[in-house]
């Protein structure tokens, strides 16, 4: 079973969308299969970054603890999305620390290893730099309506980022953020978010729960959302 979710998981990823098929037959035979429970940190702030992880199931969330005591959020990571690649490529320690929401299952490839491949065969690392390249494009997006939109618009335009991401990417879905994890990732307070989110639940868009957004109608909820072109 390990050995089927390694090779799924590094055959479908789109880090390695171009390599050639030795390359990918050497990844997955030095991956590994990790099982972490929910509220469990893989890594935290300033560890060495030792592998490249890729999730295949659960979700994990990226925080770091600020000089004023406040916990910031930076990002989440669903099923299918890679972590750790800027500091396993730049052999950085890690920005932020890693927590799995949920029980999460990840494969991991040893940085050493990757490192190694790509200082053999330079065109390996084309397929890694395109996937940091539309994350980071993704995250100056969402930085850049903070500045001309309300907070209406920019919580809905990060709930269909989110859900975009997700398995299933349809009206039911759900969002597994709180409204404190919403309100660090956009920069304001909980209180704003709460009243937008509440505005969004009265046009039943959405329904809030404890630790989660339920999206009711995608369609609505696009329409609120920035323009992501």
Not at 58 to 80: I, K, P, Q, V
Request: a neutral charge.
């Amino acid at each position: 079973m390990n050995d089927t979710l390694v090779r799924l998981a590094i055959t479908q990823s789109e880090l390695f969308s171009d390599w050639p098929d030795e390359a990918i037959a050497r990844l997955i035979a030095h991956a590994e299969v990790l099982v972490v429970e929910p509220g469990t940190c893989v890594h935290h702030t300033a560890d060495p970054a030792k592998y490249l992880t890729i999730l295949v199931a659960g979700s994990m969330y990226l925080t770091r603890e600020m000089s004023s005591g406040r916990t910031f959020t930076a990002g989440l990571h669903l099923a299918g999305e890679f972590h750790g690649l800027g500091p396993v490529l730049s052999h950085v320690p890690h920005f932020f620390n890693a927590t799995c929401k949920e029980k999460t299952v990840l494969v991991r490839i040893p940085a050493e290893l990757l490192r190694e491949m790509i200082a053999s065969n330079g065109r390996l690392s084309f397929s890694l730099f395109a996937a940091q390249e539309k994350r980071h494009f993704r995250a100056l997006r969402l930085h850049a309506s903070a500045a001309v939109e309300t907070i209406q618009a920019r919580v809905a335009g990060l709930l269909k980022s989110i859900d975009a991401r997700s398995v299933s990417g349809r009206s039911g879905s759900a969002v597994n953020l709180s409204q404190d994890e919403i309100a660090t990732m956009l920069g304001t307070r909980r209180q704003v978010v709460n009243r937008a989110l509440k505005d969004m639940a009265e046009e039943g868009v959405i329904r809030v729960e404890y630790g989660r957004i339920s999206i009711l109608d995608n369609d609505k909820l696009a329409q609120m959302a920035p323009d992501s072109n």
